[in-house]
T-cell receptor
């Protein structure tokens, strides 16, 4: 098992552009989470999937953000019309069951110029 | 709203100097408290889960304990490689939460040789 993987590791984009990140969870985990982390802060929850169903979304997830998990395997997080305030580390995590420990990927560092 | 506060914000120790990190929480229905370690530029690495007051977990030089209002991460005879940010997070039973973690802001630990 190689753990949670994320791609790309780094993304630099200009304001107004769209970006998409990918997360591959641990293979037997059917729960997948997206978090955002800014410098000096702990991760903040964005959204949660159980299999392919998106069951919970944070108020932080504006209408410019959309996430999918087709077929309950990998997940994508898209940000449309990026703003400088979107610059952050985007973390993906997966878990085996509700309330069990979540295992995090290495993150995607987004810089919006 | 669930709140998690970690103290101190930063801690500098000499190698071999034992100390403790604190995580205090105000939540509605704690289902689990998690400790993670995060190295710069990387995703959080899972350390411990604690589910009920009085529970203790140990791993090498680290020991986590839990009361009804707070958790402690005790570090015994730390080494420079223990330098990292330590994050505390809670999973709660309130509302429509399906398993999101609410994180504290972290404690930055630096161990000098």
């Amino acid at each position: 098992d190689t753990g949670v993987s994320q791609d790309p590791r780094h993304k630099i984009t200009k304001r107004g552009q769209n970006v998409t990140f990918r997360c591959d969870p641990i293979s037997e985990h059917n729960r997948l989470y997206w978090y955002r982390q800014t410098l000096g802060q702990g991760p903040e929850f964005l959204t949660y999937f159980q299999n392919e169903a998106q069951l919970e979304k944070s108020r932080l997830l504006s209408d410019r953000f959309s996430a999918e998990r087709p077929k309950g395997s990998f997940s994508t997080l898209e940000i449309q019309r990026t703003e400088q305030g979107d610059s952050a580390m985007y973390l993906c995590a997966s878990s085996l069951s509700l309330g069990s420990e979540q295992y995090f990927g290495p993150g995607t560092r987004l810089t919006v110029t | 709203e669930d709140q998690v506060t970690q103290s101190p914000e930063a801690l500098r120790l000499q190698e071999g100097e034992s100390s403790s990190l604190n995580c205090s929480y105000t939540v509605s229905g704690l289902r689990g408290l998690f400790w993670y370690r995060q190295d710069p530029g990387k995703g959080p690495e899972f350390l411990f889960t604690l589910y009920s007051a009085g529970e203790e977990k140990e791993k090498e030089r680290l020991k986590a304990t839990l009361t009804k209002k707070e958790s402690f991460l005790h570090i015994t005879a730390p080494k420079p490689e223990d330098s990292a940010t330590y994050l505390c997070a809670v999973h709660t039973a309130g509302g429509t939460s399906y398993g999101k973690l609410t994180f504290g802001q972290g404690t930055i630990l630096t161990v000098h040789p």
